[in-house]
């Protein structure tokens, strides 16, 4: 896993939802979505419950080596990390 990474949650109450990856403590990876889990109170998960995906956002690791990263930032590259993976999903259903 790298910094900026999309990530899916597969076990507990946040369960569907994703995130990028903003830090690493210890065995656990530091999720934040923005919005509900901003920056500065990041979620702590276990790697074994977590999805990865190939999308890595240069950005978010830019601005994480920076100490720069802002919450409008993540917010605005997961919601486009989302809508392209979206629209792959429909091109291959044919719709």
């Known amino acids: 896993m790298e910094l900026g990474q999309l990530i899916k949650s597969l076990a507990g109450r946040d369960k569907g939802k994703h995130y990028l990856v903003v830090g690493f403590e210890g065995r656990r990876v530091l999720l934040s979505d923005g919005q509900f889990r ?8 276990n790697v074994k419950h977590l999805q990865p995906y190939r999308c890595i956002s240069p950005e978010i690791q ?3 080596q920076n100490n720069a990263l802002r919450d409008t930032t993540i917010r605005n590259v997961l919601n486009s990390l989302l809508a392209a993976g979206n629209g792959q999903k429909n ?3 044919g719709s």
């Open 38 to 45: 901003p920056v500065n109170r990041p979620k702590r998960k």
């Open 62 to 64: 830019a601005e994480a």
């Open 91 to 93: 091109k291959e259903n």
